[in-house]
């Protein structure tokens, strides 16, 4: 197939999954044509039927704010046209799903069908989604896709309750490539550049937003660091920062925690972490959560949206109500008593994330390809 693939290219979870299946359609043999306003940080420049398609940005000084969904929309056009494709998939919905839609009308008029599938990845619906200045595009392009699907069951709930869907909405979990962990092809890190040997890694990696809630990633740590040696390292960057680094210099445990800004390869800080803190306030799938049980890392997270079906409770890590501290500080500290107990629960961990893996995930994605161009609308 000639896939059209449109996303956002930044570290984000809904580029990642993106760019992340656009590599594997390409190495299963299809064309897949990438499209965005910058390369995707984990676009593979050497795979061979993978193609890029930069979206540029006019600036006029009429605009205060640049149409963006109106040059993607050209741009679609443009390369279903000049690269022959068969459908595009597009990853978050606003603007991505309302510009292939226009795409699709533009090219319907010139007697070209091209289906599009649009796939909800989180925010898109229970953050700016909920925002009321967005609903009757987001709902009306989410019901005109020829496929929709949600990364999670959590997902899908809250789709179908905070907008009027009349189309199907699949199921499909985001997943994890196996085979670009534990290679050691990320670059060495020294453990020892971060921690001494008797203390415990506790990481949380993010897009520093509110919604990411890292002021309560500090307090567990405050409280896991009362009571065992333990580092804390935090890694990515955003608008949160600036409070951040103000609540981590007042802390009474400042010079324990690590801030290293954007790393392409979280799996280099995975390698020498023994605890995943994310204690967000929604999370529709919880990648971040993925990522670090497949480095075999267990994970302190929050029961809510897609957290229960990635994670699950007990095994590879413990999930506890939003905001309760003390539970989050209990069940770190349960983890990390012995060696013993953490190697349980890191086993768990990959295990479970095993259950994630690309090779169950893919087919999936063909399936619902296959559907839409069975069924042009
Ligand atoms: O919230 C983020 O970290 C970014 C956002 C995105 O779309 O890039 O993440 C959402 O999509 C990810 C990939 O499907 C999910 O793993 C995240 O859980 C989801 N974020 C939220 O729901 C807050």
Do not use: Q, W
Request: aromatic share 8%.
């Amino acid at each position: 197939m000639r896939i059209g693939i449109v996303c956002y290219p930044t570290l984000g979870g809904s580029g990642i999954v993106a760019t992340e299946l656009g590599i594997a359609l390409a190495e299963r043999g299809h064309e897949v044509h990438l499209i965005s306003y910058k390369k995707p940080v984990k676009f593979n420049d050497s795979k061979s039927g993978l193609h890029y398609h930069e979206v540029e940005i006019s600036t006029y000084p009429l605009f205060d704010y640049s149409p963006y969904e109106v040059v993607l929309a050209s741009k679609l056009v443009d390369v279903v046209k000049s690269e022959n494709l068969d459908l595009l998939h597009v990853h978050y919905a606003i603007p991505h799903a309302s510009a292939a839609f226009l795409a699709k009308t533009i090219l319907e008029a010139e007697g070209i069908k091209i289906p599009y599938i649009t796939t909800l990845h989180g925010t898109d619906i229970t953050l700016v989604g909920r925002d009321n200045a967005f609903r009757s595009v987001i709902t009306f392009c989410i019901n005109a896709s020829d496929v929709v699907t949600a990364v999670s069951d959590s997902l899908k709930k809250d789709t179908l309750a905070t907008f009027d869907i009349t189309n199907e909405i699949e199921v499909v979990h985001n997943f994890i490539c196996p085979s670009n962990y534990g290679t050691g092809n990320v670059g060495e890190i020294n453990r020892s550049d971060y921690a001494n040997d008797d203390e415990r890694i506790i990481t949380h990696i993010s897009n520093f937003r509110k919604v990411k809630r890292i002021p309560d990633v500090i307090k567990v740590f405050t409280g896991i660091a009362k009571e065992i040696p333990a580092k804390l390292i935090l890694v990515g960057d955003g608008p949160e920062m600036e409070s951040i680094k103000k609540l981590a210099d007042e802390s009474e445990f400042a010079d324990r925690i690590v801030f290293t800004g954007v790393v392409k390869d979280p799996e280099r800080i995975h390698s020498i972490s023994d605890l995943f803190v994310l204690p967000s306030e929604s999370e529709s799938f919880g990648l971040a959560a993925l990522e670090a049980m497949i480095s075999r890392v267990p994970v302190i997270g929050t029961n809510l949206g897609g957290m229960p079906e990635v994670v699950g409770s007990g095994k590879s890590g413990f999930l506890c109500e939003l905001g309760d501290i003390d539970d989050m500080i209990a069940k770190a500290l349960e983890i990390l008593k012995s060696d013993d107990t953490l190697n349980v629960f890191k086993d768990e961990a990959h295990e479970k994330a095993l259950t994630f893996d690309i090779i169950n995930i893919l087919p999936k994605y063909e399936a619902l390809y296959e559907k839409a161009l069975a069924g042009r609308k």
